[in-house]
């Protein structure tokens, strides 16, 4: 069985709590002993360290989970790529779980920057291969896995699932109206109140104010600052998948109501523009979450990643982490 260890991380004036899981069989001998490693981030609202929406600290945001337990995406993924000899590490955002912070106060850029902090975590594991890193984007982590690993030479490869590639202003009025249409995720109270309020949401966002109250069924509101959604509109994914040069996957679910597939196909026209390959993946009938993809299909998922996890020249830095470990 895989080994889970429980962590603590420092992430600029917050601590996440977080979970590194290893594989049970030994690193390869290539790797001096040190198992290839991925950074998995979770999509938007409110989520737990597996992916999934944060019903602990936002329960009145959610309706009530469903008898049979589904697990998150995230953990999913965890799972497959430690039965491949992939360790990965996955945390609870600012404000959920068991991290600290507000959820609803939190910008973007504070976001990437956690994301930063939390590979800088894994690369001071020694059980660990820097020369093998990866990350993993849901919904909004793509874009964060982007602007990362943009920046760092040492990241191997990425895996992006159901990204945008426009903005989070086109993103949020196509997906505010296809679900108003069909009724989907409504059940959820802060969907629902997003969605009736979303050109509020970018009215207000594009004028910088501070923050939006929205009302919630029943009495309870919910205030969200507005800079995080200001830093998203100008920010689109596809400007950033100009700047990449590295291995890139892209998975949708076919009936994704947050992310339209097409989104994958422009950031895969973006990437090939910029010089890379990318690979594209479709799963017809699957949601944001890939809830209804087949553990053989997430396993297919864990298996492209790691065969993509090729060593990486170090920068200097890194290179003297290494010699220490």
């Not at 936002?58 to 337990?69: G, I, M």
């Not at 050109?199 to 800079?227: K, M, Q």
């Not at 291995?247 to 992310?259: F, I, R």
């Not at 890379?276 to 949601?287: D, H, K, M, S, V």
Request: hydrophobic residues 45%; negative net charge; contains cysteine.
């Amino acid at each position: 069985m895989p080994r889970s260890v429980e962590l603590s991380v420092r992430a600029g004036d917050a601590l996440l709590a977080a979970t590194l899981l290893l594989p049970d069989g030994p690193a390869p001998k290539d790797a001096n002993g040190r198992y290839p490693n991925v950074l998995l981030l979770p999509s938007w609202l409110p989520r737990d360290r597996d992916g999934a929406y944060d019903r602990i600290g936002h329960a009145s945001w959610f309706a009530p989970a469903a008898e049979v337990h589904q697990t998150g995406l995230l953990a999913r993924l965890a799972a497959n790529l430690a039965d491949r000899g992939v360790a990965s590490l996955r945390a609870d955002p600012r404000g959920c779980g068991a991290s600290e912070g507000t959820w609803e106060e939190v910008t973007l850029f504070a976001r990437i920057d956690d994301a930063r902090d939390l590979l800088a975590a894994i690369r001071g594991r020694s059980e660990l291969d820097l020369r093998r890193s990866g990350i993993v984007g849901h919904g909004e982590g793509a874009g964060i896995a982007l602007a990362v690993a943009i920046g760092d030479p040492a990241v191997s490869a990425l895996t992006l699932i159901g990204g945008s590639a426009r903005s989070w202003r086109e993103t949020l009025r196509r997906a505010a109206a296809i679900r108003g249409r069909q009724g989907i995720e409504h059940e959820h109270p802060i969907v629902a109140a997003i969605d009736h309020w979303s050109e509020e949401l970018i009215e207000h966002a594009e004028r910088r104010e501070a923050n939006l109250t929205l009302p919630l069924r029943g009495a309870e509101t919910v205030t969200l600052a507005l800079a995080p959604f200001e830093q998203a509109i100008h920010t689109p994914p596809l400007a950033l998948a100009t700047m990449l040069h590295r291995s890139v996957t892209l998975v949708h679910g076919g009936a994704d109501s947050w992310s339209d597939p097409d989104e994958s196909t422009l950031l895969a026209a973006a990437l090939s523009d910029a010089g890379n390959e990318p690979g594209t993946r479709l799963f017809p009938g699957a949601g944001h979450d890939l809830a209804e993809a087949s553990d053989e299909l997430i396993g297919e998922i864990a298996s492209d990643l790691a065969a993509r996890l090729l060593p990486r020249d170090l920068p200097p830095v890194l290179l003297a982490i290494e010699e220490m470990g």
